[in-house]
């Protein structure tokens, strides 16, 4: 087969993925660009997870793209609604048509002398490899590994005769009707699977090692659908989008100033919802404050009213062993189980596990420096989309790729063929500080020292900020002087190479 050459290669067909297709053809229409995607459909997050009652904890008005308005009643969308929305994103702006399916990016190999990066993908449809080149990478394959969440290693697990299932394969043909369920966890796909197993489950007992901070929302917002009524449809979107953003902002503000108060406000709803008599103190009161790890949504107070119904309960300890039968506990407790559902996280990943290198030197992205939260220090034409742990993902994400539209372009402008970030004088001796600073859930404490450092000090940093990122990457001068920009190499990009047919 031959060896395609694309302008810009997007890797990952998810929410960032088709985001940034609909980016490069308004903003870039000339460049060439095609999206390689691992599994035979598009969605990412939203076509593997197929659990009960799979949803955002993010609204609509801030997840969805900036260019294409919400137009549901639930801003708090369950994943089939958001895969929709994914898809019509794809279709109306032709990004579907860009899209290889089953083409796993196993490598990507940088040379200087070409200005061209190599990508090989796994054909997982045939069983063999296809070779492409780009001038310029854009990596939009999210932060989790695909292959499977995390299980932590329970003692005696294989004792257990009942079944075992982690939301991120969970299996079509699970039949929990009149069952008793433990669901291991206390995260949002925990706090989502608890209500909707609920409906139709004997009992469901989310058991969780230690609380987490949960809220509850309605499901809709009255401001976006009264609005929607009287104003134009992307007036009204860009109104709701940039309240929820300041609340958000807002909210996540007061949790760093005045951390008690917060807490205190998030624990008089839950005991509001749940009544006097329950435990509030021992299921629902973190040892941490409020966002160093995310907080829970509820929407419409589902997981509260599973609770009140006798339906679902919380049980807060530590596991002992499995049994034949289902958990025993550090307090001596047992829990029957006739399914264990381990919501117990994802693992990490970055670059969509694919080896880089540049030049013939293998890329540790542990040892770079982020640039803008976006770009890696020393490797040129590479551009990979990582969103916010505290707000939408999809806000850095429009951003991203508005940034990679306007380098794209400026390089044409001044005629360059290689972008580099790197540390200038001034930065050799700047601290290190993790990717992600002050956010102490396990999920990125295991994986943060394969992720690039960041600094004090701009561009060498990664603010999790929308305002700040919104003036330093939308705002700011593309030629900083930690950019280094480089004209075409004398040495011609070389031909597509013709290989032996698959």
């Known amino acids: 087969m031959t060896t395609e050459h694309f302008d810009v290669l997007i890797v990952g067909a998810g929410l960032s993925g088709v985001g940034a297709g609909v980016h490069l053809y308004e903003k870039c229409p000339k460049k060439t660009y095609a999206i390689l995607e691992g599994r035979p459909a598009m969605g990412g997050t939203w076509d593997l997870f197929?659990?009960?009652?799979?949803?955002?904890?993010?609204?609509?008005?801030?997840?969805?793209?900036?260019?294409?308005?919400?137009?549901?009643?639930?801003?708090?969308?369950?994943?089939?609604?958001?895969?929709?929305?994914?898809?019509?994103?794809?279709?109306?702006?032709?990004?579907?048509?860009?899209?290889?399916?089953?083409?796993?990016?196993?490598?990507?190999?940088?040379?200087?002398?070409?200005?061209?990066?190599?990508?090989?993908?796994?054909?997982?449809?045939?069983?063999?490899?296809?070779?492409?080149?780009?001038?310029?990478?854009?990596?939009?394959?999210?932060?989790?590994?695909?292959?499977?969440g995390f299980t932590p290693d329970f003692p005696e697990i294989a004792d257990y005769k009942?079944?075992?299932?982690?939301?991120?394969?969970?299996?079509?043909?699970?039949?929990?009707?009149?069952?008793t369920v433990v669901v291991i966890g206390s995260g949002a796909t925990a706090m989502t699977l608890v209500p909707a197993m609920a409906e139709t489950a004997g009992h469901v007992t989310m058991l969780q090692r230690s609380p987490t901070y949960v809220v509850s929302r309605p499901d809709k917002d009255a401001l976006a659908n009264r609005l929607r009524k009287f104003l134009p449809e992307r007036l009204a979107y860009g109104i709701t989008r940039w309240k929820n953003v300041t609340l958000q902002a807002m909210m996540y503000r007061k949790t760093r100033t005045d951390p008690e108060k917060v807490?205190?406000?998030?624990?008089?709803?839950?005991?509001?919802?749940?009544?006097?008599?329950?435990?509030?103190?021992?299921?629902?009161?973190?040892?941490y404050n409020p966002w160093d790890q995310r907080l829970c949504l509820v929407p419409n107070s589902d997981l509260f009213a599973a609770i009140r119904s006798g339906k679902a309960s919380v049980v807060t300890d530590q596991i002992d062993t499995f049994t034949e039968t289902g958990i025993r506990l550090k307090s001596g407790q047992e829990l029957k189980a006739d399914i264990v559902v381990t919501a117990t996280g994802l693992n990490m990943a970055i670059m969509g596990e694919a080896a880089f290198s540049v030049d013939g030197a293998p890329?540790?992205?542990?040892?770079?420096?982020?640039?803008?939260?976006?770009?890696?220090?020393?490797?040129?034409?590479?551009?990979s989309t990582f969103g916010y742990i505290n707000a939408s993902w999809t806000l850095r994400a429009d951003l991203t790729c508005e940034y990679v539209c306007r380098l794209v372009n400026h390089m044409d402008k001044v005629g360059a063929a290689q972008v580099t970030p790197r540390l200038r004088e001034s930065d050799q001796a700047m601290p290190a500080r993790p990717w992600i600073d002050d956010f102490s859930a396990g999920y990125m404490q295991r994986e943060m020292h394969r992720f690039p450092r960041q600094s004090d000090r701009e561009p060498w940093i990664n603010p999790q900020d929308y305002k700040r990122d919104k003036q330093m990457i939308r705002h700011g001068a593309i030629e900083d002087g930690a950019l280094v920009f480089e004209m075409a190499y004398k040495v011609a990009r070389p031909e597509p190479v013709l290989q032996a047919a698959e």
Not at 168 to 175: A, E, G, M, R
Not at 263 to 287: C, M, N, S, W, Y
Not at 363 to 382: A, C, E, H, I
């Open 50 to 148: 197929r659990y009960p009652g799979v949803r955002s904890d993010s609204d609509m008005h801030t997840l969805g793209y900036n260019f294409k308005p919400w137009r549901e009643a639930k801003s708090i969308a369950d994943g089939p609604s958001i895969l929709r929305y994914v898809h019509e994103t794809a279709a109306e702006y032709g990004v579907d048509k860009k899209i290889r399916f089953d083409h796993l990016v196993k490598s990507a190999a940088w040379d200087s002398a070409a200005s061209t990066w190599t990508v090989v993908a796994e054909r997982k449809d045939t069983g063999g490899t296809a070779t492409y080149t780009c001038n310029f990478l854009f990596m939009c394959a999210g932060y989790y590994s695909y292959r499977a």
């Open 363 to 383: 890329v540790d992205f542990g040892r770079t420096w982020t640039y803008k939260g976006m770009m890696f220090s020393d490797v040129p034409n590479l551009v």
């Open 263 to 287: 807490k205190q406000l998030i624990l008089a709803g839950v005991r509001q919802e749940l009544g006097p008599d329950f435990d509030v103190e021992t299921h629902f009161t973190p040892r």
């Open 162 to 179: 009942g079944r075992i299932v982690h939301p991120q394969k969970w299996p079509q043909d699970l039949d929990y009707a009149g069952k």
